[in-house]
């Protein structure tokens, strides 16, 4: 199935992500690896556990801890060496977003839920790693403040609900709705895009 | 069922009340809704996840979402015109904490757990999600500063398994229990009552 | 059998060490018996909810809770009166540590899981409840920056089991890799030990 090749990048990029999220913070090269496993499976895994969906799949295939093994040493020892690509990390964010979210709605479809539910475990799957990267790190997790980020998941996950009671093939269906997170993920960092924040009248 | 109704107001309370924590913490609309859904329904969700209750209550009865987001919703539009009324959501979270700490009590006397877990599970149901929600924003748990929070919910759920063993009927038992709680919260906070707080010997 | 009573220990050295760490964070009673409990008995409790074991083993035989609750209000007193012995901790941290590391390594070895998931599943038992410990009280986890901690847990379940591949039997493969693991944070600590510290290229 050429999701599970998908669902490896996927894997590779937010542990890559986990590694970058760990710089400044004194971590040594245990702690990186844990905090890019968190980040990596930590949203496949929140949702598993809500949805009682047991064995895990890390558990059961240890390909997934493999790659972050390799993804977090690698991009540990770069960043010793030289100072990461800014750019290219947010694009592959982006990627490793919109794949997930798209994935995890999929799951959440196949057993069933209703339609809030897959969209709120499509969302989950795709941020909750980084939530909670962030919650380890003891910082106010950035997914709290920068919010086109799930919004980004949960609009193109609606999409691809809405394609498919339109009579859309699902295949097709969820490459309009990966395609979409992408696309509305990057424009929002392109543009600052932000919804409303929350503040105390004066 | 009559509790059904009270169960989703008490959802609507802590909602408000993860808001209303949200506040100062330059959280935007998406992260406000997401740490009142974590206030509202974190202590229930950890609670069955505990005690293995599948499929989770609000992945069933998407009732408890909706309320989350309008509650949510509404409180985040109120706290930008005037500020709250800082009065009436104390009573409203302590009314929230006794009936959940009541009704998580009942999930594991249902499921036929010793004394001791009821007690635990009904203390997870009133505060875990307050607890969620400090953790999530990097704060020390509130409640492990002030801990006539948690004293109160054990208080009242004691005195409801004691009530029964008494021979008192449940759903009476059920009432003084939450009242207990209730009680025991509302003036622990005018009264300033604190248990003994560690400190380093000098 | 043998083991239960090692358990129990290892449940009230995790307790007292939640309780030390717990000074200076300004908790009362109850709050400091929460960070004991989450600190005991967080590191099995998450390795049974990914490895979906139910009933959990504290909510089965609540002589656990007996020994956290004892433990930690014994430690309250105790550091209201005077300092602890900081060396004496370290020690008995260090065989909490290489107890529960290889408990939890038989608990994943006897289903039947891969060694991958051994080693990782024993480590988990081994430091989450400190690392959950940490998360609560709003610091970036110890074990995130002094990696010998979780090193030597793997170390020593490694070692475990491949001594058991060389044909050694179970028990003495078990203590010989729980004292490894003891001999390795040990050394680590009077040696300052460190794995590589990732930062920023300059």
Do not use: C, K
Request: hydrophobic letters at 60%; glycine letters at 8%; aromatic letters at 8%.
């Amino acid at each position: 199935m050429s999701f599970y090749l998908f669902d490896l990048a996927g894997v590779a990029v937010f542990a890559v992500s986990g590694v970058l999220a760990a710089r400044d913070r004194g971590l040594d090269l245990l702690g990186v690896i844990v905090v890019a496993a968190i980040t990596a499976i930590g949203g496949g895994t929140l949702r598993d556990i809500l949805l009682n969906r047991h064995p895990l799949f890390w558990i059961t295939d240890t390909h997934y801890l493999t790659v972050i093994f390799v993804s977090a040493v690698l991009t540990f020892a770069y960043v010793r060496v030289r100072p990461p690509p800014e750019h290219a990390i947010l694009v592959a964010d982006a990627v490793g977003l919109g794949l997930f979210a798209l994935l995890g709605a999929r799951v959440a479809e196949a057993a069933q839920h209703s339609a809030v539910i897959v969209v709120l475990m499509g969302t989950i799957t795709g941020v909750a790693g980084g939530f909670l990267r962030d919650v380890i790190t003891a910082q106010v997790p950035l997914i709290l403040r920068r919010d086109i980020y799930a919004t980004a998941a949960i609009a193109g996950i609606i999409l691809y609900l809405l394609l498919q009671s339109f009579g859309l093939q699902r295949s097709v269906a969820f490459w309009v709705g990966m395609v979409t997170v992408i696309a509305i993920r990057l424009l929002a960092i392109r543009w600052g895009l932000q919804l409303p924040i929350i503040r105390r009248s004066e």
